[in-house]
Structure formats: structure tokens, C-alpha cells
């Protein structure tokens, strides 16, 4: 297939293009500046503009951008930068897959969509949950709806934190695991939905290639673990002892709203369409990813 893929440079395009190009697809990618090279074509989200000519003969198109989300304390001026490097690229992206009838947009969303669902397993028929990030998502979400209207298959990724051997979630806190900072966030029951970075991509690309997989999808793992069984495992893989916590009420007055819902807020999503689809988890147990992501 030819794939053509925005926000390519950064933590998951960055594995993901490779991966597909090992697989056989040709893969094309959306630049925000001047294109130098053949497999690069140019646009300008702000201006609503794509290179003329960047769709042609593509069976897909795969929406990564965004800035990110941490670590800059969420100041009202910041959460806009935060919707606008989502929804302005996103909304773009739809009406030129509705416009040149491209059979596929997979668009980036998050696990943030559910809010903080404490106890309750969450899969794809679940409601949105509230606060920024819920809101966002939603928002994401529905900015790809003229794509859907016009008879694409869209596949939105609602994507939990992923471990990596690099960059992720891993790459900050490795850092303070190994200075012994290592800690757990509130009471540490919030679950955390990962997912190891190799499994991301064998599903992005598992969506590419599969006609019955349409709609939210959550990639993350089939086994959420809570934020203080993660921290204990972490500490394992690392070598590091973990006898910290972060109180609640410390990380709300140190980040405010971001700490809230990025720290304490937890999702215990299931990846129900993945295991509906028989997608194959290569690290379905945190143990054996973290081990993965820490070698
Ligand atoms: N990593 C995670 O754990 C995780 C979890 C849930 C959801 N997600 C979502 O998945 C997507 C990809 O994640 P990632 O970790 O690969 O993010 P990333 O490393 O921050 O890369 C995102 C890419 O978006 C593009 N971008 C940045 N600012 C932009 C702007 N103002 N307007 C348009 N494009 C912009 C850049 O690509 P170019 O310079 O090539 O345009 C950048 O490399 C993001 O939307 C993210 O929110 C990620």
C-alpha cells in the first residue's frame, strides 16, 4: 500500500515508517517544511494547505501530530496549542481524504478519552469521561468524522502510554528511577493503560491491513496495571528500590490540572477490538515488556 503519514518525525512515526517500509508498503510523509527528497510532499496545517498532487495513488493516510503534551505546565494559552496541533492537522487531513476518496484515514487519539475511570474496565463502547483531556479526544475524534461521512474507513487510535527503550514515558522516568527518585503517584490505584512501543506499531500497521477493524480502537495492552504495580516493576527492571510517593495533593500544586490528569486520573481500558480482531500481543504482561523496554 501507499501510506502517507503526518507527524512522521517524532517518538512513534519515527518506528512506525521503518516498520512499514519493512513490511512492503511504500510510505510517503507529510513535512511541515520544505519537502527535500522524493518520499517527502509539504503542507501547512494552520493554512489548510497540502501539497497538490501529495494524495495521489494513496490507500492511506496515518495522522500522528500533535505537540506534546507535557512538560509545560498547562497554562490556557498552552491547552491551545495543544488542540490547535491536533485538531487543525486532523481537520485538514479528513476533508482531503473525503476530497480524493482515499479508502483509509487511521488518525492518533488518546486513553485520556475515558477521563478517570477508577474501577470500571473501559473498551470502545464506552462514554467519553470528563476533564481537558477527554474533551480533546472527543474533539480529535470528531474532526475526522468527514472522512467517515464520505465512506473512508477510520480507524482512531486511542493510544495509552507506551514503553520504549527510548523517548515515551520510559524516557522520563527512567531518569528519576535510576537517581533513586522513583515513586508512586497518589494512592498508586490508578491503572495505567501501556502498551510496549513494538506493539503499537504492529497494530497501527495491523489496521493498515485489516478491512474489519474500524472506529476507536485502544491500543494498549490486555493487562492495565495500577500505577503502584507498575512503579514496583519498574524499580525490578531498572535494579532501582521504589520507596517513594508522590501525594496527590503535592504533584496538583506543583503541575496544577496537567498533574491531575496526566499523574493521579487512570484509565482501565481494554484493547476489546484488538482481541476481538486476534491482534497478537507480543508483551501482553507488563513484567516482559518492561524487561523489553529496560534491556
Ligand atoms: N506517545 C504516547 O505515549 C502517546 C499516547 C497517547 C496518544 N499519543 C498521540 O499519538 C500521536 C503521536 O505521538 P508521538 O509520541 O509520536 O508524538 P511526538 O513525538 O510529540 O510527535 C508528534 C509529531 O507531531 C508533529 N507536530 C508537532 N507539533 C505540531 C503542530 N503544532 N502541528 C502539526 N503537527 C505537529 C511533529 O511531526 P512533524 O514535525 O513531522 O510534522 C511531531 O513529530 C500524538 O498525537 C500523541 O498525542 C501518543
Not at 193 to 210: G, K, N, Q, S
Not at 213 to 241: D, H, Q, W
Not at 256 to 276: C, D, H, S, T, Y
Request: proline letters at 7%.
Amino acid at each position: 500500500m501507499r501510506v502517507l503519514i503526518a507527524g512522521s518525525s517524532g517518538f512513534i512515526g519515527s518506528a512506525l515508517a521503518p516498520a512499514l517500509r519493512h513490511g512492503g508498503h511504500e510510505v510517503l510523509r507529510l513535512v511541515r517544511r520544505a519537502p527535500v527528497g522524493t518520499d517527502e510532499r509539504g503542507w501547512d496545517p494552520p493554512a489548510g494547505r497540502i501539497d497538490s498532487g501529495a494524495l495521489d495513488g494513496v490507500h492511506a493516510v496515518i495522522n500522528l501530530c500533535g505537540r506534546p503534551l507535557a512538560p509545560a505546565r498547562w497554562s490556557a494559552a498552552h491547552k491551545q496549542l495543544i488542540r490547535d496541533s491536533r485538531l487543525e492537522p486532523t481537520e485538514v487531513l479528513a476533508a482531503a481524504v473525503a476530497e480524493r476518496g482515499v479508502p483509509l484515514l487511521i488518525n492518533a487519539s488518546g486513553a485520556g478519552f475515558y477521563g478517570d475511570t477508577g474501577e470500571t474496565v473501559v473498551d470502545e463502547s464506552s462514554g467519553q469521561g470528563t476533564g481537558f483531556l477527554a474533551e480533546l479526544c472527543r474533539d480529535w475524534e470528531a474532526m475526522t468524522h468527514p472522512a467517515s461521512d464520505a465512506g473512508a474507513r477510520v480507524v482512531r487510535l486511542r493510544t495509552g502510554p507506551v514503553l520504549a527503550r527510548e523517548g515515551g514515558l520510559l524516557g522520563v522516568l527512567r531518569v528519576a528511577f535510576k537517581a533513586v527518585l522513583g515513586a508512586r503517584f497518589g494512592d498508586g490505584r490508578q491503572y495505567l493503560p501501556w502498551i510496549h512501543l513494538d506493539d503499537l506499531v504492529a497494530a497501527i500497521r495491523f489496521a493498515l491491513e485489516d478491512d474489519q477493524l474500524t472506529g476507536p480502537v485502544n491500543l494498549c495492552a490486555p493487562n492495565p496495571a495500577r500505577n503502584a504495580e507498575f512503579t514496583r516493576e519498574l524499580g525490578r527492571a531498572l535494579g532501582r528500590p521504589t520507596p517513594w510517593v508522590a501525594p496527590a495533593f503535592v504533584l496538583r500544586g506543583l503541575l496544577g490540572q496537567q498533574a491531575e490528569e496526566m499523574l493521579v486520573f487512570g484509565q482501565r481500558a481494554k484493547p476489546a477490538a484488538l482481541l476481538r480482531r486476534e491482534f497478537p500481543f507480543r508483551y501482553p504482561e507488563l513484567p516482559d515488556a518492561l524487561a523489553a523496554a529496560c534491556a
